[in-house]
């Protein structure tokens, strides 16, 4: 099955650029979308497609996927935007099916 | 506005069975796939099932499958797990998720609340 490797933890000081990578095989070749979980909340869609921001979502928040990483960048981190981030693909092999990644958490110094 | 709001969560004994329900409303449902996806205290984000707008595809991760069974009633915008022979690792908040997207670029926005099911004796 395919697997997706985030790094545990990332700090960051507010104001400064934070980034949050994915491991995959060939994983530029899929479409990556990225979620942001805070404490005792549902996950919120922030990043779809690998650089697409849904409504809503600040352009502090950007995208992107190449090779065998994809990256979720958080520019001018705020306080706010501390919380758990996990990408995820769409695995359409002969057993189709969702993977999240191991998830990141970000926090702001 | 879009909502999705589950219920059905709670206490049940290792073996045991129980049945989660997810009401959407502010949207068409029947032109959307579903999913639900859990968490376990403390951890990270888990795929458990997925159900085409039709019924026609349905997909379960390997954890769960042959024990739970997704479905949906798209006459009543509702979406169902049902959990049968539960185990103490299927405790874990229990989301259900549309999907956007298509094709090969499938992601899920929103989610609804969650909903607890704890499985001890």
């Known amino acids: 099955s395919y697997v997706l490797t985030q790094p545990p933890s990332v700090s960051v000081a507010p104001g400064k650029t934070a980034r949050i990578t994915c491991g995959g095989n060939?994983?530029?070749?899929?479409?990556v979308h990225w979620y942001q979980q805070k404490p005792g909340q549902a996950p919120v869609l922030v990043v779809y497609?690998?650089?697409d921001r849904p409504s809503g979502i600040p352009e502090r928040f950007s995208g992107s996927n190449s090779g065998n990483t994809a990256t979720l960048t958080i520019s001018r981190v705020e306080a706010g935007d501390e919380a758990d981030y996990y990408c995820?693909?769409?695995?359409?092999?002969?057993?189709?099916?969702?993977?999240f990644g191991t998830g990141t958490k970000v926090t702001v110094l | 506005e879009v909502q999705l709001v589950e219920s059905g969560g709670g206490l049940v004994k290792p073996g045991g069975s129980l049945r989660l329900s997810c009401a959407a409303s502010?949207?068409?449902?029947?032109?959307?796939?579903m999913n639900w996806v859990r968490q376990a205290p403390g951890k990270g984000l888990e795929w458990v099932s997925s159900?085409?707008?039709?019924?026609?595809?349905?997909y379960y991760a390997d954890s769960v499958k042959g024990r739970f069974t997704i479905s949906r009633d798209n006459a009543k915008n509702s979406l169902y797990l049902q959990m049968n022979s539960l185990r103490a690792e299927d405790t874990a908040v229990y989301y259900c998720?549309?999907?956007?997207?298509?094709?090969?670029?499938?992601?899920?926005?929103?989610w609804g609340q969650g909903t607890l099911v704890t499985v001890s004796s």
């Open positions: 060939n994983i530029g070749s899929k479409s």
């Open positions: 998720a549309r999907v956007g997207g298509g094709g090969n670029k499938n992601w899920f926005d929103p």
């Open positions: 995820q693909v769409w695995d359409s092999s002969s057993d189709p099916s969702y993977v």
């Open positions: 159900i085409s707008s039709s019924s026609s595809y349905i």
């Open positions: 502010g949207f068409t449902f029947s032109s959307y796939s």
């Open positions: 497609d690998d650089s």
